[in-house]
């Protein structure tokens, strides 16, 4: 999944949804305690992110939820919270495909 850094956190929201099946929160830098606003630009809330070029994101649904959610904080420079369908955070031993199920 490529992500440019000027890229609203609403719509990339809604890319993760379409390409993995599954919601996420964003968070600002590498803080849990800040989320980061929808109409909030990627390059706002990444710690450190260029913004002359698109990321890419290296993620499948085999993976572990904790292991995406490292994949997004290295790649990306932000934390993000894999979501179950009720909105609770996923289990970080739980596969991206398991959680989709739920949806």
């Not at 440019?4 to 599954?22: A, D, L, R, Y």
Request: hydrophobic share 30%; glycine share 8%; charged share 30%.
């Amino acid at each position: 999944m490529k992500v440019s850094p000027m890229t609203k956190v609403s719509t990339f929201k809604t890319n993760f949804k379409e390409n993995f099946g599954v919601d996420i929160k964003c968070h600002k830098g590498m803080s849990k305690g800040h989320t980061a606003e929808d109409e909030d630009k990627m390059h706002e809330i990444c710690t450190g992110m260029e913004t002359d070029r698109d990321f890419d994101l290296d993620i499948h649904g085999n993976m572990n939820v904790s292991t995406v959610e490292k994949e997004v904080a290295d790649s990306l420079g932000f934390l993000v919270q894999v979501l179950n369908a009720d909105g609770s955070n996923a289990d970080n031993d739980a596969t991206l495909g398991e959680i989709r199920e739920q949806y």
